[in-house]
């Protein structure tokens, strides 16, 4: 396709040319990955993934991106070959400080912002690819009464041979958009291993699950493309958004941030129906009279969970739920001691993490600095909730939380959305920061008003 084409077609749909480059390499992805199925042997499934990998990474970026991935994943191989006790955490700094410094570097931000595109969003997903793999091999080398569940399923015991590691890390342009997942896993789907190893419930089909994934991104960006027009986030910085009166601001807010979700919901569901059709979507039989396959390990969000949470502390179970699970697994729970419960520094630290992952623009590190203290606000609830377990004040609280979900969430992402310092504090400062307010003055009052103990907390003490 030539640029006038490339042109035209990009200005009819409404983005620039580097974007629609993107989206076609991105929707390329699912016969890339379909074809996977019928590569005859495991070291050709693995130079398969890779290859294409590669392929659909220059397509959309150019050359220079597979240079930005070869750096650190080479640099995390070599730290397994040559100090596998310290590979782990050499890795994690020197893998995020070189995303840090792309992130600097083509400020991606801003770019997003004003319709561009760069390799800066999959480099943060082959990070992520990287540091866990890495940090499953150094695993390897524990005694296995001392890890945890996660770290027992995913932990490498011998090092991955560089076609096995560099197929894990570009496969079929999964590294566009992720969903993260798991060194162990693609080696088994690989090698048809584990559930992939044929067996007496037959070869599972795809095809109703990879046709549920395509319908949804439809919709979503149908949906999309419908509201953008009408609620931009230019809006905030407007002189006629500082005439409206609180509630109509609070609920532009609103409509804005849930109107970008759709674009994230699109761009999930395309690569939750790549993965699908590989095979590697597969986690499994169900446990009826008549197994059906489940296909949900390529889960990144599910829309009404977002959309209905009934609690903060839901949303990182619903939304970009593979990252939110690496979080937790190579950040969360590796900051507990051992012999000690988690408190709200390391879910701070997690946040921050996660922060520091999408970029270093003001708008990100304010939003996860929020969503600790909407998490922390939350539990508030959810443990007066508790106490007031079959009462009439307990639907109450559940009504509250929602509410609470739904105001704070998307005040909080404005931030998110908007990156800048200036346009976030003009945000907040539209509607008085009640989303800031509203969690602190919970998380206070927590230390004053102490819900009892459940009474089945107490029983189980006797016993």
């Known amino acids: 396709m030539g640029l006038p084409e490339m042109e035209s077609m990009a200005s009819a749909i409404g983005v620039s040319v580097p974007v629609l480059r993107f989206l076609l390499c991105f929707v390329a992805t699912i016969p890339v990955s379909f074809l996977h199925r019928f590569v005859p042997s495991a070291v050709g499934r693995h130079l398969y993934a890779a290859v294409t990998g590669a392929v659909l990474s220059y397509l959309s970026f150019g050359f220079s991106s597979n240079l930005h991935f070869f750096g650190p994943m080479l640099l995390g191989y070599a730290s397994m070959v040559l100090s596998r006790r310290f590979c782990g955490i050499i890795t994690f700094f020197a893998a995020f400080g070189y995303l840090i410094g792309c992130h600097v570097y083509y400020m991606s931000g801003d770019a997003w912002k004003e319709g561009g595109i760069d390799a800066t969003g999959a480099l943060m997903v082959i990070t992520l690819k990287i540091i866990s793999c890495v940090i499953n091999y150094q695993d390897g080398l524990l005694k296995e009464e001392d890890l945890r569940e996660a770290q027992k399923k995913n932990r490498l015991l011998k090092l991955p041979s560089l076609p096995e590691y560099v197929g894990y890390c570009l496969c079929c342009g999964s590294h566009f958009a992720g969903p993260v997942y798991e060194m162990k896993d693609y080696l088994d789907w690989t090698e048809r291993k584990g559930i992939w190893k044929p067996s007496e419930k037959g070869n599972p089909s795809p095809l109703g699950s990879t046709l549920r994934a395509l319908l949804q991104a439809a919709i979503c960006m149908g949906l999309y493309l419908y509201l953008v027009p009408l609620f931009p986030l230019s809006r905030f910085t407007d002189p006629l958004y500082q005439e409206w009166c609180f509630f109509k601001r609070l609920g532009y807010q609103y409509m804005a941030c849930f109107t970008a979700r759709w674009k994230y919901y699109f761009i999930w569901s395309i690569s939750e129906a790549a993965i699908i059709i590989s095979g590697l979507g597969f986690s499994g039989w169900t446990?009826?009279?008549?197994?059906?396959?489940?296909?949900?390990?390529?889960?990144?969000?599910?829309?009404?969970?977002?959309?209905?949470?009934?609690?903060?502390?839901?949303?990182?179970?619903?939304?970009?739920?593979?990252?939110?699970?690496?979080?937790?697994?190579?950040?969360?729970?590796?900051?507990?001691?051992?012999?000690?419960?988690?408190?709200?520094?390391?879910?701070?630290?997690?946040?921050?993490?996660?922060?520091?992952w999408h970029g270093l623009y003001p708008g990100y590190i304010i939003f996860f600095v929020q969503s600790a203290l909407m998490i922390a606000g939350s539990r508030v609830i959810y443990r007066w909730q508790q106490a007031a377990t079959g009462t009439l004040f307990e639907k109450i609280l559940v009504l509250m939380n929602f509410g609470y979900t739904l105001l704070v969430l998307n005040y909080s992402a404005v931030g998110f959305m908007v990156l800048s310092l200036h346009e976030t504090l003009t945000a907040y400062g539209s509607v008085y920061y009640v989303g800031t307010i509203v969690p602190v003055v919970l998380i206070l009052l927590s230390k004053v008003v102490k819900p009892p103990k459940p009474a089945t907390s107490k029983a189980r003490k006797v016993e």
Do not use: C, M
């Open 287 to 356: 446990n009826s009279s008549s197994p059906k396959p489940r296909w949900d390990r390529a889960k990144n969000v599910d829309v009404l969970g977002v959309e209905l949470a009934k609690s903060s502390v839901q949303l990182p179970l619903v939304w970009n739920i593979q990252v939110s699970t690496w979080l937790r697994h190579y950040v969360y729970e590796r900051l507990i001691q051992k012999g000690r419960k988690p408190g709200f520094f390391q879910l701070l630290a997690t946040q921050t993490v996660s922060a520091v």
